[in-house]
């Protein structure tokens, strides 16, 4: 007897190539290597004590229950205003879900919204984990390549091309983006969205990031834009923002109809999100922390004024400023074309012969760049930079 075998879906679906690197540095720090990783994209503050202390409240009153599938009503409501404030988004309580991190949402609005077989674009460079996401769903990814030339902004023509091309019946937006750090235009995103309410897409549009910004780039959301609201699923939270990374929870908002479908198949896979996160995540939405948000701001402000300037003159390397999230994608296309090497091989040098560990473009779909998370302290950081002048200038 052959016992029992995955199926041909999850055969398709590869390991999250950025939790391999970290697993892979961890693996070699945990030998005793002294491994710098700008790998994982989880910031390295502390959940902010309030938050926190929300949720040991939450246990300690026995809030520790079941509650309704597409979250708690107040946490709901909390979410609807929280979206307004911050992001002009015009939601009712009950076209705001809860969910367990934005992978999970994405999840939700991908079962709700992908016909089996359809096609699904995905714009390059795209976080890791978007073409599994769509494949889950049973739809088919199509990625549009990266336009390093364009700041990794596409514009309308090239993705109205793609949308036929493909036959395409959704998009998948991410700004501001991992890993390139680009924030569009309102002009350029609703270029974007007058072509998916031309070509009649939905959008679904993972914001993250949405309030991680530098040198005065603005986060607009599709459905805040004419003609984007009623087909876009908006995925947003503090994950990022506030390292509630491991509290796994997030905002899912959209037209009624699409968040009740959301919820019902919420309730038949996962029942809710944590009860005792929801209860840290209505305080993060209602209670501000400008002192937090602006020590992180000054953090990663400074950190990225490092890169920039650091790589502006390492041979081979340029960085594109990116205007948002926390990463810098490298351009190493010279230094690769000089030495005949891909990026998948120059981030395994780094790794093996300095020790540092950074994601490889390909990952992304933007071969011959390399990915760095500056989510690390300034220390990290130079010490990163002189393993990588050191790997670029070797002869
Ligand atoms: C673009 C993007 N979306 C979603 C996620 C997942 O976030 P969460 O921890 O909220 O599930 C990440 C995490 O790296 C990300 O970079």
Redesign the pocket.
Known sequence: MAGIAPNARSRRIEESA?LAISAQAAAMRQRGVDVVSLGA?EPDFPTPGPIAAAGIQAIEQGNTRYTAAAGVPKLRAAGARWLRATFGLDYEPAEVMVCA????A?HMALAALVEPGDPVLILAPH?V?YPALVTMADGVPAVVPAVPEQGFVHDAATIAAAVRRHGARGLVL?FP??PSGAVPTRAQLQAIVDVARELDLWLVS?E??GTLLYDGAVHVSPAALPGGRERTLV?S?F??SHTM?GW?T?FLAGPQPVIDACGRIQSQVLGNACTISQAAMLTACEVPLPDDQARRQRAFGERRAFLLEALADIPGLALPAPRG?FYALVDARALGRARGLDDVTMARQLLEQHRLAVVPGSAFAAPGFLRLSYAVSLDQLREAISRLRAYAEAK
Do not use: E, P, Q
Not at 101 to 104: E, F, N, S, T
């Open positions: 950025t994209g991190g934005a992978k999970a994405l976080w984990s991410n983006n991992n993972d993250i990031y995925v939270g994950t990022k990374t796994r997030s999230a």
